[in-house]
């Protein structure tokens, strides 16, 4: 199991940039695919971005492709995902995730930090 913090969460107006954190408790950060999940009330948690472990390789949903880029570290155990443009659609609680190469379960989750936009 990978312990994960996020961090970087808050407050924006529509148009705005945040860049949220994940840091992972692991010696074996590099044979971990890194994801990125949100949640907006009355909906499903749902992937929006995804680094494999070598971090060359990254997948958006398309909610978010060309506006959010995630990337990894890993000499420092640390994903990040860079938001770009955001709407007020993007508000939702935000969880960074692990899941081992060659798996299927996304088996690690961080606490979420909450990202709301306003228009």
């Known amino acids: 199991q990978v312990q994960l913090v996020e961090s970087g969460g808050g407050l924006v107006q529509a148009g705005e940039s945040l860049r949220l954190s994940c840091v992972a408790s692991t010696r074996t950060y590099i044979l971990y695919n890194m994801g990125w999940f949100r949640q907006a009330p009355g909906k499903e948690r749902e992937l929006i971005a995804a680094?494999?472990?070598?971090?060359?390789?990254?997948r958006y949903g398309d909610s978010v492709k060309g506006r959010f880029t995630v990337s990894r570290d890993n000499a420092k155990n640390t994903s990040s995902l860079r938001m770009n443009s955001l709407k007020p659609e993007d508000t939702a609680v935000y969880y960074c995730a692990a899941k081992f190469r060659g798996s299927d379960t996304w088996s690690s989750w961080g606490q979420g930090t909450q990202v709301t936009v306003s228009s």
């Open positions: 680094v494999d472990p070598s971090g060359r390789n990254t």
